[in-house]
């Protein structure tokens, strides 16, 4: 009895967190980076990402339905077969007709699953026409980036010290812990952007779950994903295979700008020299607006910083 | 020694008297040549490296529990814990308790067997084990990756971070100790594969078989026919690192994907052994509680068969992001699918062999229905998964450490647990104190949904697997999955308790301690059976 009431206890503090869980995820959107407590995936900001989201959210919840059907066959067959409710097995252990039903159903769902799935994965390797093509290099601990189009638009991308990135905070700058960077990839707004990934060393991972992005550097191979990015702001991934002591801690960054912005920090990079990524990085700041990426800072919890 | 062995295979020819005749300790421990001693030493070996794999677990969880590097300060220290914590889990625990522990209890005993194909070669199956976890905790101690001490590749051990990427000895540590376990299995599946094939008693056919010699079966050909491929794949990995060949270097002509390749054509049925035997023992449970027989044997039979030949064909499901071919993907996406519908016959069917009968919710049944429950839930996440447009965002998150534990730790566990309870009166000749095994069976269950279930949500928000430290937003959830952990801990805690005390107390089990429903043959026999049994083969009708 005692015991029951504690398991009770536990599915209430379980059932209470999950709700408010969800709750706060309706409440706040997470694009770009996770959000405290969150659910889903990121919030998606290019249209393969919202087809992910979509196909995803249709996958969930028919694997929702199929486990809350297991479960309730599980607490009749608990409550109608217990052996103070039944004392007499019955002995049947065969049905001709229920056992090609629980074959032929399941193909049918995994039909219906595989239609979309294979669109979407089709539509994820359909390249069009590149804007401009990044190549990004993975190394231990760092990316590197090139951009393809651009001669001498090159530099390295390292994480941000945490006492870096608590300083930048303390000037109320968006800088979250463990996900900013030095130098961020900035990309134009409604571009498509190809990004060819490979590895100086070991395998690293290049991943964007707003832009639904995930592709292995693999060193001596290139791969290579593509993006168009629908929405201004910052795009946060993290490297997505192990790659030795310091894989949690080489993110990557993608500042999505207006085009001008872009032509100007394009100008910046080309032009090189000493002080270049201050230059480059200066530039970003002063051109971050609040009004269409203020999402962030009305989540509760979140820093009260300028919103990226 | 070798006197007292002359002598006892003098005695055989006096009858009944040997059945009971017991060698002195070393004869019987060291050099065994009975299956049932040498399932207890697979047991014995399980649990301690569960507690070890455990340990491991709950170190992580602690690291974890905030942001931070707090708990350990050096993240090549958490990489090499999570590679053991995988190899150990897998290697030592998981496979031993399962294949070397019950198979080897209960196959002979379930077929009507007086014992192993190859007895002799049961036993060296075990002692290689030892060897091996030697081997790896060895690898603890020398240079790996990164600087640092230990194998810090995850299980996986990838090229090119396992071989140009890891400098000093330990990954040649960890290798040889993955061979000598490899090779243990590739035995003990030849044991298997030959004893069940042939050492059937009179009038038990194939299909008269109980469900568990089955799935032990499918799990000894997927053994057989997977472990020489990863054999072959650290092997190269050797010479990678030792000798001057290039399988996997790319600054010399290889390809590090090859590894990748070869690794998961071995992996992916690995994930197969390791549930397979779990289905048998869910099977013979179920049966046992509703004293029904098991709905639609045939079916289930043949759906571990159809499980084990298409688990086969799957494998580049676990590279999908690695830039091999859409068209490529595709196919995979396709053939995991597929796996889906013998599983869920399975669900389906144990649900049907409730269905009808008279159920007892003693312990194992416990066991056995959570596994159900939450088996059905790590097979929805791995049927998402397997949709390569979805596993673009989900690979290498916390989503996939959720979706695999799920279906090991509430899945694999959770019928290794509910086979010991379910056995251990045949074993040991004692009942123990079912409201202890009940208490373990809800910390147990509480605790492993709660670390595992947020885990989900942790993978979806973006947080990657094989980390230290993560981006502060997910604080929340790993903060819930530690504590979850904390109580899981304390149910292993009343599980050593509970198993302690059922020595002491010794309260003799019977042969039968469950009643009608307990059908198989071990049932049959005394608790503990006899040193020898069935010196007369017995005759299934």
Sequence with gaps: MRLGDKVSGWLGAIGATLVSGLTARVAFAGYGRGDPWQIGLQDPVTSIARDNVWFNDVVFWMMVAI????????????????????????????????????????IAILVVIAIPSFKLLYAQYSYPKPDLTIKATGNQWYWSYDYADHKGVAFDSYMLKDDETQALRDKHVDAPRLLSVDNEVVVPLNKVVHVLVTSKDVIHSWAILSFAVRTDGVPGRVSSTWFKAE???????????????????MPIAVRVVADDVYAKWLDVRKAGGKGADDKARALIQASISVPNQAVAAAAPGAPTTQTP | MAAQLTTDAGHDNHGHDDAGHYPDFVTRWMYSTNHKDIGTLYLIFA????????????????????????FFKDPHLFNAMVTAHGLIMIFFMVMPAMIGGFGNWFVPLMIGAPDMAFPRMNNISFWLLPASFALLISSMFVEGDSGGHGVGGGWTLYAPLSSSGS????????????????????????????????????GMTMHKMPLFVWSVLVTAFLLLLSLPVLAGAITMLLTDRNFGTCFFEASCGGDPLLYQHLFWFFGHPEVYILILPGFGIISQIISTFSKKPVFGYLGMAYAMVAIGVVGFVVWAHHMYVTGINVNTQAYFVFATMVIAVPTGVKIFSWIATMWGGSIEFRSPM??????????????????????AALDREYHATYFVVAHFHYVLSLGAVFSIFGGFYYWFPKMTGYLYNERLANIHFWLMFVGANTTFFPQHFLGAAGMQRRVPDYADAFAGWNWISSLGSYCSA??????????????????????????????????????PPPFHQYMELPHID
């Design chain 1, 67 to 106: 486990t809350l059907f297991v479960m309730a066959l599980l607490l009749i067959v608990m409550i109608r077969f217990n052996s103070k409710a039944n004392p007499t097995p019955s002995h049947t252990h065969h049905n001709t007709l229920l056992e090609v039903a629980w074959t032929v159903i399941p």
């Design chain 1, 231 to 249: 929405r201004l702001g910052v795009y946060y991934g993290v490297c997505s295979e192990l790659c030795g002591k310091d894989h949690a801690f």
């Design chain 2, 366 to 387: 416990l066991w056995a229905i959570g596994f159900l429950f939450l088996f059905t839930i790590g097979g929805v996440t791995g049927v998402m998964l397997a949709n």
């Design chain 2, 47 to 70: 649990v301690i490296a569960g507690l070890v794999g455990g340990a491991l677990s709950i170190m992580m969880r602690l690291q974890l529990q905030t942001p931070g590097m707090h």
């Design chain 2, 490 to 527: 304390a149910g292993v805690i009343v599980f050593l308790y509970c198993i302690g005390q059922a020595y002491m107390r010794k309260i003799p089990a019977g042969s039968n301690p469950w009643g009608v429903g307990a059908d198989t043959l071990e049932w049959t026999l005394s608790s």
């Design chain 2, 167 to 202: 400098p000093g000895p330990a990954m040649d540590f960890a290798i040889l100790s993955v061979h000598l376990a490899g090779a243990s299995s590739i035995l003990g599946a030849i044991n298997f594969i030959t004893t069940i094939f042939n050492m059937r008693a009179p």
